[in-house]
T-cell receptor
Framework: KNQVEQSPQSLIILEGKNCTLQCNYTVSPFSNLRWYKQDTGRGPVSLTI?????NTKSNGRYTATLDADTKQSSLHITASQLSDSASYICVVSAIDDYKLSFGAGTTVTVRA | EPEVTQTPSHQVTQMGQEVILRCVPISNHLYFYWYRQILGQKVEFLVSFYNNEISEKSEIFDDQFSVERPDGSNFTLKIRSTKLEDSAMYFCASSESSGGAAVETQYFGPGTRLLVL
């Protein structure tokens, strides 16, 4: 069964600091991995999409990495801002599969 | 910037009643999806829709659920006889092409919060 596990479940950081979120998956055969940001009560918003051949992708202060061999990904947030407070969700899809497998998300709280 | 819209934003219904959740996908998109998120849990795929038919559905999407594209702009999710456990946030999404295996961004709507009493 395709699974996506994220850690930590939640974290609190001070404004201006960096943090790294982890994602492990067992989706196979792997097609691509996405990171979404979900504000409370809102729909997920895409941050990055990476395929098998991509190791890293950035979107502003967000940098995602992918190790397809170990089936791990990370999302690094640089110089956090209060508006970064949200749930960050790792989403993986398999080849020839329309549906996305969602992780439970990491809730990030940025404090002034 | 074009966006996916959903109505209503909130819906309260009695158990056993039918509900229809509405979505207007981004206009040039061809693939449409419904997801649900029970409070405190992960987002779950329900169904994908292309060319006026279901492409794929999850085990959650049983006979109680149906989807329709009644006109050129709306995409609806109907729950025939709601149960307490159907209470969740329902998200509609759309993409230009196949959003799963293809490297294509799915754009999510703001969601409809359904509460079944």
């Amino acid at each position: 069964k395709n699974q996506v596990e994220q850690s930590p479940q939640s974290l609190i950081i001070l404004e201006g600091k960096n943090c790294t979120l982890q994602c492990n998956y067992t989706v196979s055969p792997f097609s691509n991995l996405r990171w979404y940001k979900q504000d409370t009560g809102r729909g997920p918003v895409s941050l990055t999409i990476m395929t098998f051949s991509e190791n890293t992708k950035s979107n502003g202060r967000y940098t995602a990495t992918l190790d397809a061999d170990t089936k791990q990904s990370s999302l690094h947030i640089t110089a956090s801002q209060l508006s970064d407070s949200a749930s960050y969700i790792c989403v993986v899809s398999a080849i020839d599969d329309y549906k996305l497998s969602f992780g439970a998300g990491t809730t990030v709280t940025v404090r002034a | 910037e074009p966006e996916v819209t959903q109505t209503p934003s909130h819906q309260v219904t009695q158990m056993g009643q039918e509900v229809i959740l509405r979505c207007v996908p981004i206009s040039n998109h061809l693939y449409f999806y419904w997801y649900r998120q029970i409070l405190g849990q992960k987002v779950e795929f329900l169904v994908s829709f292309y060319n006026n038919e279901i492409s794929e559905k999850s085990e959650i999407f049983d006979d109680q659920f149906s989807v329709e594209r009644p006109d050129g702009s709306n995409f609806t999710l109907k729950i025939r006889s709601t149960k307490l456990e159907d209470s969740a946030m329902y998200f509609c999404a759309s993409s230009e092409s196949s959003g799963g295996a293809a490297v294509e961004t799915q754009y999510f709507g703001p969601g409809t919060r359904l509460l079944v009493l």
